[in-house]
T-cell receptor, first 113, second 112 residues
Framework: AQSVTQLGSHVSVSEGALVLLRCNYS??????LFWYVQYPNQGLQLLLK??????LVKGINGFEAEFKKSETSFHLTKPSAHMSDAAEYFC???????????FGKGNQVVVIP | DAGVIQSPRHEVTEMGQEVTLRCKPI?????LFWYRQTMMRGLELLIY????????DSGMPEDRFSAKMPNASFSTLKIQPSEPRDSAVYFC??????????FGPGTRLTVT
């Protein structure tokens, strides 16, 4: 079955440290991949996406993600965490032949001063 | 662009009452999605439309839920009768083709 996995519901990171959020999917056909961010009491906002082409994609707020087909992964990183990065982050996948997005369970990121 | 617009932003109602949530998608988008978000179940897709036609309603919890899209710029999600377990944040999202989805701010529903 097609699935999206985000491990670790809560992630704590020190201000200035690397942010790394992992996303893996199960599919033999490369899908379209997305990361969304949700701030408290707001809707989901697109951070970045991968459809085709360059496997390292850059998004807003200094985030980037790399598509690795061999590892079926699309991990999100930011070199230096800022207090404003505290939010929930969702990995989403549009599997081939499917019009809907499959979402991971999300990572709640806490930034420690 | 104003983005996806949802109303009301907050709704408090008593069990048994009818609730109607409204959504205006981004102009020109041909897909519209309704989601529900709770702590227990996370983000769930309820139903989605393409060119105003419902394509997949398999996520609609039960017959108390119904959704319509009478035209390209408006959709409603109705719950009748409402129950406390329907309390959640309901999101509407739209997209152009099967690209990224743009989410509205959500409607926080509380059923007492």
């Amino acid at each position: 079955a097609q699935s999206v996995t985000q491990l670790g519901s809560h992630v704590s990171v020190s201000e200035g440290a690397l942010v790394l959020l992992r996303c893996n999917y199960s599919s033999s056909v490369p899908p379209y991949l997305f990361w969304y961010v949700q701030y408290p009491n707001q809707g989901l906002q697109l951070l970045l996406k991968y459809t085709t082409g360059a496997t390292l994609v850059k998004g807003i707020n200094g985030f980037e993600a790399e598509f690795k087909k061999s590892e079926t992964s699309f991990h999100l990183t930011k070199p230096s965490a800022h207090m404003s990065d505290a939010a929930e982050y969702f990995c989403a996948v549009r599997f081939y032949g499917n019009n809907r997005l499959a979402f991971g369970k999300g990572n709640q990121v806490v930034v420690i001063p | 662009d104003a983005g996806v617009i949802q109303s009301p932003r907050h709704e408090v109602t008593e069990m048994g009452q009818e609730v109607t949530l409204r959504c205006k998608p981004i102009s020109g988008h041909d897909y519209l999605f309704w989601y529900r978000q709770t702590m227990m179940r996370g983000l769930e897709l309820l139903i989605y439309f393409n060119n105003n036609v419902p394509i997949d309603d398999s996520g609609m919890p039960e017959d108390r839920f119904s959704a319509k899209m009478p035209n390209a710029s408006f959709s409603t999600l109705k719950i009748q009768p409402s129950e406390p377990r329907d309390s959640a944040v309901y999101f509407c999202a739209s997209s152009l083709g099967v690209s990224e989805q743009y989410f509205g701010p959500g409607t926080r529903l509380t059923v007492t």
